[in-house]
């Protein structure tokens, strides 16, 4: 028989992890979550983020006119932080343009040191302009110029030059190649050539842009192109 002091040293025996489960469970402190701290963009970021908004805006159905309260909206910042990147709204149609005037000369120009035939320039040149647009569906919008009707002038007359620089190219390439025909006028035919080229392309681009982006621009361009440029 085990008396009661037999069960006290029974009970005094027990391993530190049963003792520690004898023990009353503390209430759980609360613990304070703290919201993690928004990032900010670095230097030149948010600037870069604001073209890609805008652009992608461009694309949406009804975008005739972009307010600087809708893209502020949809990059969940307040107006004044888009004017600490850009003075105005035409100044960020202005970046936009410089992207594509930067992305599509760029092509144009390495077309033109790489590729040996004029022909074959020719044909490149178009088909990386369109390409580009189809790719860029916002941008497509600025080209034509139906993203700048209600905005500043300049912005138009910069696209048209963009234009006239695009036909300019065109040109060179012509020239060569009627030369190399034996045209009793190069210059002449070239510049005709020219002309109905970058019609021929702006006129795919409007398509493009007023279709809602369904027609392509490169749609059956290497026949129009053997057609247009024989």
């Known amino acids: 028989m085990t008396d009661n002091n037999d069960a006290d040293t029974a009970d005094s025996t027990a391993s530190p992890d049963e003792a520690a489960a004898l023990q009353p469970v503390a209430a759980a402190a609360p613990v304070a979550v ?5 990032k900010r963009p670095k230097p030149g970021e948010r600037r870069v983020q604001i073209l890609e ?6 694309e949406l159905p009804g975008a005739d006119r972009i307010t600087t309260a809708a893209l502020a909206a949809k990059l969940d910042v307040s107006e004044a932080a888009l004017y600490r990147h ?4 035409a100044q960020m149609f202005e970046g936009l343009i410089e992207f594509i005037e930067t992305s599509v000369f760029t092509l144009v120009n390495q077309i033109q040191e790489r590729e ?10 178009l088909t990386v302009l369109l390409q580009f647009a189809e790719k860029n569906p916002g941008m497509a919008r600025v080209m034509v110029g139906d993203a700048l009707v209600f905005e500043n002038e300049r912005l138009l007359t910069r ?20 030369e190399d025909a034996g045209s009793a006028t190069p210059t002449v035919d070239a510049n005709a050539q020219a002309s109905v080229l970058t019609a021929f392309a702006v006129g795919r ?4 842009a007023r279709s809602g982006f369904k027609r392509s621009p490169v749609e059956h361009l290497d026949a129009a192109l053997r057609m247009l440029a024989s």
Request: no cysteine.
């Open 86 to 89: 850009f003075a105005s709204k």
């Open 116 to 125: 040996p035939q004029p022909a074959a320039q020719v044909q490149k040149m």
């Open 159 to 178: 696209m048209n030059a963009f234009f006239e620089r695009f036909e300019s190219q065109l040109r060179q390439s012509l020239r060569g190649r009627a």
């Open 34 to 38: 703290t919201p993690p701290a928004r």
């Open 53 to 58: 908004t805008l652009a992608t805006m461009l």
């Open 205 to 208: 681009l409007q398509r493009f």
